[in-house]
C-alpha cells in the first residue's frame, strides 16, 4: 500500500493493534466506518445506515433537504426523501432522542440512555419550569393515553403565543416526559415532534432502564469507537455528549483497542525534541484493523451536521479542512456562505458549495474549490444533488477562486 506515491514497506497489512497508524490510514479507516468508502449495503438501505451511524442528527435549516435525509443521501445516492422518512419514522424501528444534538437513534439504543433519562429526572426540572408540574404532566399522560400520538398543537397548544421559546405549560411537560422517558417521539409530522407513551412504542425487549450508568456510557464508547473506526477521547466523547471522564472510565472495558496516529499528538513544546509529525493516542476498532479500506470512494455532498464532519476539531484532524457553519453569522461576514456543504471526493474534503433553489434550478451561491481538481467532482456532485431534489439546471453565481468558474460551467454544461 501507499500514500501519496510514497512506499510504505509496513504496510503490507494494517497495524496490530498498540502500533502506529499513518494519517491516511485513520482517514481511510474512519471513511470506511462511517459508509463513505467501498460499495454501500443498498439492502440494509436507510436504516442500515442510521444503525451503523448510531446517531443521525436533526436540524431546522432546510436548504436542497433537511440534514437526517441528507445524511443517507450521502452514502446511498438519490434514495427517495419519502423512502427516507419511512425508514425513520414507521415501524418503531427509531427514536429522537438528545445524542450528538437532537438525534434521530436506532430503537436497540434506547436502553443506552437511561443514564441520561435517569440525570435528567434527577435534575428536576428543564431550562423551562412549569408552574404545576404534577397536573400538567398527568394531563399530557391521560391524553396520550387516551389518544395518542399527538403533536403537541393537538396536546393542547406548543406555545403562549410570544417567542419561540414562550412554551405553553403543557409543551413543557411532554418535553419534560420526553427527557425522563416517559414519552417517547417516534415520528416528525409535518416537522413537528408527534407524541407517543414510551411504553406503547418501545418494543417490551428494550423497554427498561436496567443498564446502571456505568454500562450505558460503555456501549455508547463501544458505539462511538465502530462508527468511527480510530477516534481519540476527545473524538469519542463528543459523539453522544459524553464528559470526558466518563469515557476514560469504561475505556478498558469497551472492546476498542489502543493505537497511535501519526499526526494526531500535538507538536512538541519548544526545544524539545521532534521528529517529523508527532504521533497522539488514539483508539480502534479492532475489526477496522483487520483489512486495508479500499473500494470506491463517494463524491458528494456533505450537510454540516453530517456525522463524518460534525466534530469541528477531528474534521480539520482527519482532514486538514476547517469548516463552520455560519448560519447564525452576520450575512456580511459570512466567508463561505448560510449552510456550506463541503465536498468529498477521492477521500478528500476538496471545497464547498452554499447551495439553494429558485423553483427548478438548484443554485450555487458561492462555490469555494481547493484547486483545479475539485472542478469536476463539485460539477458531478451538483449534478446529483440537483436531480435528487427534483431540479433539472444548476446556476452558478460565484466562484472562488474566479479563474475556475469558466472550468466549472463547462464541467456542468
Not at 280 to 290: F, I, M, N, S
Request: glycine letters at 10%; hydrophobic letters at 40%.
Amino acid at each position: 500500500m501507499s500514500v501519496a506515491g510514497t512506499s510504505l514497506p509496513r504496510m503490507t497489512s494494517l497495524p496490530t493493534p498498540a502500533a502506529e497508524l499513518s494519517a491516511d490510514e485513520a482517514r481511510r479507516i474512519a471513511l470506511r466506518a462511517q459508509g463513505l468508502l467501498g460499495s454501500p449495503d443498498r439492502r440494509a438501505g436507510v436504516r442500515g445506515v442510521l444503525r451503523s451511524l448510531g446517531a443521525v442528527q436533526l436540524d431546522t435549516i432546510s436548504v436542497l433537504a433537511r440534514s437526517h435525509e441528507l445524511v443517507p443521501y450521502a452514502r446511498l445516492g438519490g434514495v427517495g426523501r419519502s423512502t427516507v422518512e419511512d425508514a425513520y419514522w414507521t415501524g418503531a424501528h427509531s427514536f429522537e432522542y438528545w445524542s450528538h444534538a437532537a438525534c434521530i437513534l436506532p430503537m436497540e439504543e434506547w436502553p443506552h440512555f437511561a443514564f441520561r433519562r435517569r440525570a435528567r429526572a434527577a435534575r428536576g426540572h428543564r431550562w423551562h419550569v412549569m408552574e404545576d408540574s404534577e397536573r400538567s404532566c398527568a394531563a399530557v399522560r391521560e391524553r396520550l393515553k387516551a389518544d395518542g400520538p399527538l403533536t403537541a398543537t393537538e396536546l393542547g397548544g406548543a406555545k403562549n403565543g410570544g417567542e419561540w421559546y414562550d412554551w405553553s405549560e403543557t409543551k413543557i411537560a411532554v418535553e419534560w416526559l420526553l427527557d425522563t422517558g416517559e414519552v417517547v417521539c417516534a415520528e416528525r409530522r409535518g416537522w413537528k415532534r408527534v407524541y407517543d407513551l414510551a411504553e406503547r412504542v418501545v418494543p417490551d425487549a428494550l423497554f427498561h432502564d436496567d443498564l446502571d450508568d456505568r454500562e450505558c456510557v460503555r456501549r455508547l464508547v463501544a458505539q462511538a469507537g465502530t462508527a468511527m473506526g480510530v477516534a481519540t477521547v476527545a473524538d469519542l466523547a463528543d459523539y453522544h455528549r459524553l464528559g470526558r471522564g466518563q469515557v476514560e472510565a469504561v475505556l478498558a472495558d469497551s472492546g476498542l483497542v489502543p493505537v497511535t496516529v501519526e499526526g494526531w499528538g500535538r507538536p512538541a513544546a519548544a526545544g524539545g525534541r521532534r521528529s517529523g509529525r508527532p504521533a497522539g493516542a488514539a483508539w480502534a476498532d479492532p475489526a477496522a484493523l483487520e483489512t486495508v479500506p479500499r473500494g470506491r470512494h463517494r463524491t458528494t455532498l456533505l450537510s454540516p451536521f453530517d456525522s463524518l464532519i460534525w466534530d469541528r476539531p477531528r474534521t480539520e484532524r482527519v482532514f486538514g479542512f476547517v469548516h463552520r457553519l455560519e448560519a447564525y453569522v452576520p450575512k456580511p461576514k459570512r466567508v463561505h456562505g448560510y449552510f456550506a456543504m463541503p465536498l468529498l471526493s477521492g477521500g478528500r474534503l476538496l471545497g464547498r458549495v452554499d447551495p439553494a433553489r429558485e423553483g427548478g434550478t438548484l443554485v450555487a451561491r458561492q462555490v469555494s474549490l481547493d484547486g483545479p481538481k475539485a472542478v469536476a467532482p463539485m460539477a458531478a456532485a451538483l449534478g446529483e444533488a440537483a436531480a435528487w431534489v427534483g431540479c433539472d439546471e444548476v446556476r452558478v453565481e460565484r466562484t472562488l477562486p474566479a479563474e475556475l468558474r469558466e472550468p466549472l460551467a463547462a464541467a456542468l454544461g
